[in-house]
């Protein structure tokens, strides 16, 4: 078993802390082709690095893009809210991974849970 460790913003950080988000989103880039399930992410708060929050994988789900991703989980597990989810697009995640990198890697949702 692993610890890794991520950035994240606030807003998602405090979701996870929450419960409402249960599933990160992010490139299937090496870093993350390193996670198992079974082992532990250390969030840090890219605004304060003494807020820190672990976590455990309990899945991962793998896909070409974002937009094979948002057809196939539930998106409010995955940081969106009923206040925002009807304009839900994979698009929204091309402000952090350009399309490029999405189809290089391929793109990942991590399954987590508090611990």
Known sequence: MQNHTMNLTPSPLHMIREGKK????RLYDEKRKAISVGDTI???NTEDAT?????????????DSFDDLYQNLP??????TDDDI???SPTDMEMYYSKEKQTQYGVV???????
């Open 42 to 44: 250390t969030f840090l």
């Open 75 to 80: 998106l409010l597990e995955c940081g969106y």
């Open 109 to 115: 949702g991590i399954k987590i849970a508090l611990i």
């Open 22 to 25: 249960t599933i990160e989103l």
């Open 51 to 63: 807020d820190t929050l672990t976590v455990k994988v309990k899945e991962l789900y793998i896909f």
């Open 86 to 88: 009807a304009t839900a």
